[in-house]
């Protein structure tokens, strides 16, 4: 388990470096970082000014060490638009998008793994047609159509929910709703296709040949072996989602990572954005990581590996 | 439970049939099979791939797939009727009083749980004892079927085991209860050959010992010469000869039979793990209705009427044979004067 694990971590430093690279040359992609600072129409001294301020006239790599070495330590550098350190107001923002994530993923579990166990256990019927046109609906859908739908009942229509803001538990509903609703047509097929697959197994035919009750041979004998996929499909629909959560923050106005990300895109504001695209690739290969593991630990056979 | 002798029926099974729908119609897999076994006694049943040995043991157990059915004049064990018992009630003889070993011992068992827990639930399940008692009994069966250092072997996970080790854990898993009856389904084709042997012969030891009665599916006819009491041979569907071991081997009434035998027609001279004899031909597509012997297409004593009526299975009294012995052929005493003729068999 031990080298498993030390394995798992190598791979996923690897990835996080790979991903600051990449996050680091965003400032290139995006044209002359000190005109887009300066704004367009600036006098060259300006520029130039702003080019040495920044250190943008320091050979690339140095650049990148440089800002590579302050990542690590939690500098991120200053905002260009806010006047204050990134990293204070990415930390401040970063439980916001956590906390959406974790109820999103929550809400579509919930949904998902009964919904395609149910499925699974009496294939064709009701049940499995009623499942199989949630996961329908919710892929054809773009979430923020959903999210739109959801605002316009239950917020305008219905006026149950408040439409924007994140200061209390009500701001959260919907924007849970409409984020995990677009992972849970996945979860949903893997749990049915995995408990099905599970069913027709030769050890399943094993408990019930030892007596055992049909609730304890789906429980015990055949959840737990078709699960272990599902798992680490959460954990990198999770990921997805922090992506993801960017349409649905700004949609409702929650001060997370997503809404701060498109903030920062249109006040051209590069540090930010390098900031939370690092942020939340590290976040998303730490949820891979996460996932391994919670495999290894349910299946025995991958633990030696 | 160890060393106590009881005699009496264990298993009554009278004209039991299978179907299953498939795409081209019905399969009758099975087609009215009947035998008996006793506590104390092995019976073999024998027969090519297909003939529906493994769907006459699953529907003895109430596993059949979902979508066969299955019917019987009597299926009973311990005299107690399983034909209409409903699934609670076969739930708590199941594991309890007959148990079945299956042919695929690297799949049978749970890659999630580790040995120990997946034999101690077998007696949890039936029996009112806790973890502590049950976890005994699991090391003293896994020692009883000769798994060394079983306890070590109680923390580990299938995948940690060799295919013998986990048809071994399996044979401990069906002695948990102390079970009336075990079915074996060909429990070492899927195994190396160099334990075949010793696993069929654990088997025959433990029934013995345990004085269960004891269905053994197999192809090893040299096992089925030293070790069954009596042996039914099937051919697609039906069982076409039954009788005591020592009739079936020295007097083989139906052709299949004979062709099946036709290497080692003596018990006591057969070679272990010796196979099957080839016979030419195919077991016929058991889909939709039939008429006549099934074994007439391949049959080297055809006749006209083999083919025009059901053919009753009947003793081979006429012929010297015993009350127990029932052949399924219209020719078996004419037959049973002439020599198997040599183009029947190419072993
Ligand atoms: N699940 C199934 N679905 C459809 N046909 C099956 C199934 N299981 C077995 N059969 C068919 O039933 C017949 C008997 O099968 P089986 O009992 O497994 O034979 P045996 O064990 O003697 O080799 C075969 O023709 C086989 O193809
Ligand atoms: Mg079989």
């Known amino acids: ?195 099905l697959e599970v069913l027709s197994s030769d050890y399943i035919r094993t408990a019930r040949a030892k007596g055992l009750r049909p609730m304890a041979v789906l429980f015990k004998h055949a959840l737990r072996n078709a699960i272990i996929p599902v798992v680490s499909l959460s954990a990198v629909q999770f990921g997805f989602m922090l992506g993801g959560s960017i349409v649905i923050e700004t949609i409702f106005q929650i001060n997370g990572l997503g809404y701060l990300a498109w903030e920062s895109i249109q006040r051209k504001d590069l540090p930010t954005m390098q900031a939370i695209v690092l942020t939340l690739s590290v976040i998303y290969v730490l949820l891979t990581l996460l996932g391994d593991l919670l495999n290894a630990f349910l299946d025995p056979r991958l633990r030696v590996a | 439970m160890p060393g106590v002798a009881m005699s009496g029926r264990v298993l009554t099974v009278e004209d039991l049939r299978v179907t299953l729908p498939v795409p081209a119609g019905t399969l009758h897999a099975v087609q009215g099979v009947s035998f008996h076994v006793d506590r104390g006694e092995t019976l073999c049943i024998v027969g090519e791939s297909g003939c529906g040995k493994t769907l006459t043991a699953l529907a003895v157990m109430d596993l059949l797939p979902s979508r066969a059915r299955r019917t019987a004049a009597r299926l009973e064990l311990e005299g107690q009727s399983l034909a209409g018992a409903g699934e609670r009630a076969i739930a708590d003889i199941r594991g309890n009083r007959m148990a079945m070993i299956f042919q695929e011992p690297m799949t049978s068992l749970n890659p999630a749980y580790t040995i120990g827990n997946q034999l101690e639930e077998a007696l949890l399940r039936h029996r009112r004892v806790g973890r502590k008692q049950a976890r005994e009994r699991a090391l003293y069966l896994l020692d009883r079927v000769g798994i060394p250092s079983a306890a070590r072997r109680l923390n580990q996970y299938p995948h940690q085991l060799s295919g013998g080790l986990r048809q071994r854990v399996m044979i401990a898993m069906a002695l948990m209860c102390g079970p009336a009856l075990i079915l074996a389904d060909e429990p070492t084709t899927a195994l190396d050959v160099t334990i075949q042997a010793q696993i069929l012969h654990l088997l025959a030891e433990l029934q013995r010992e345990f004085a269960m009665g004891l269905v053994l599916i197999t192809h090893d006819l040299g096992i089925v010469a030293r070790i069954a009491t009596r042996v039914a041979v099937m051919y697609a569907g039906q069982v076409v000869e039954t009788g005591t071991a020592q009739a079936i081997f020295s007097a083989p009434a139906h052709p299949y039979t004979r062709g099946l035998l036709a290497c080692i027609p003596v018990p006591g001279k057969t070679r272990r793990g010796d196979r099957l004899g080839t016979i030419p031909g195919m077991v016929p597509s058991l889909i939709g209705e039939m008429r006549g012997c099934r074994f007439a297409g391949r049959c080297p004593y055809v006749a006209g009427a083999c083919r025009e009526s059901e053919v009753p299975l009947e003793t081979g009294l006429e012929t010297g044979g015993e009350q127990d012995h029932l052949v399924r052929c219209i020719r078996h005493a004419e037959i049973a004067g002439l020599a198997a003729p040599s183009e029947a068999v190419v072993s």
Do not use: C
């Open chain 1, 1 to 195: 388990m031990l080298a498993f694990t030390l394995k798992r971590l190598g791979v996923a430093l690897l990835v996080a470096l790979t991903v600051s690279l990449i996050t680091f040359s965003m400032i290139y992609v995006s044209g002359d970082p000190a005109i887009a600072i300066a704004g367009e129409g600036a006098r060259a001294q300006d520029i130039e000014a702003i080019r040495k301020f920044y250190g943008f006239d320091r050979p690339i790599i140095e650049q990148y060490f440089n800002w590579l070495i302050g990542a690590l330590q939690g500098d991120f550098g200053r905002s260009y638009t806010l006047r204050q350190p990134v990293a204070g107001v990415i930390f401040a923002r970063l439980p916001v998008t956590m906390l959406l994530g974790a109820l999103a993923i929550a809400f579509a579990l919930v949904l998902a793994i009964p919904l395609g166990v149910l499925a699974a256990v009496r294939p064709n019927s009701l049940v499995d047609r009623f499942a199989l046109t949630v996961a329908v609906v919710g892929q054809a859908m773009p979430s923020f159509w959903f999210a739109l739908t959801l605002v316009l009942w239950l917020g305008v229509h219905w006026r149950l929910l408040p439409i924007t803001g994140s200061d209390r538990w009500q701001n959260f509903v919907m924007p849970a709703i409409a984020l995990g609703y677009y992972v849970t047509p996945a979860i949903m097929r893997l749990t049915r296709a995995g408990v």
